[in-house]
């Protein structure tokens, strides 16, 4: 659902992401450096307050 999220908005953010998927914020943050530590995704800054998320 993570990768599916940040496949159809780049830019979501994790507490935009926490209310789609219907989990917290915090499960979110876990998923992510799960999915980071597997290759699977991976987080470009743009600037401080932007991230996009690029799926590998």
Same mark, same amino acid.
């Given at each position: ?12 953010t994790?507490p935009e ?9 915090r /499960? ?17 800054? /743009?600037?401080?307050s ?7």
């Open positions: 659902m993570i990768l599916d999220a940040c496949r159809e908005t780049p830019s979501i994790i992401m926490a209310e789609r998927i219907g989990i917290t914020e /499960s979110v943050q876990r998923n992510i450096q799960k999915l980071q530590a597997e290759g699977f995704l991976r987080i470009f800054r /743009s600037s401080s932007t991230v996009r998320w690029c799926w590998l």
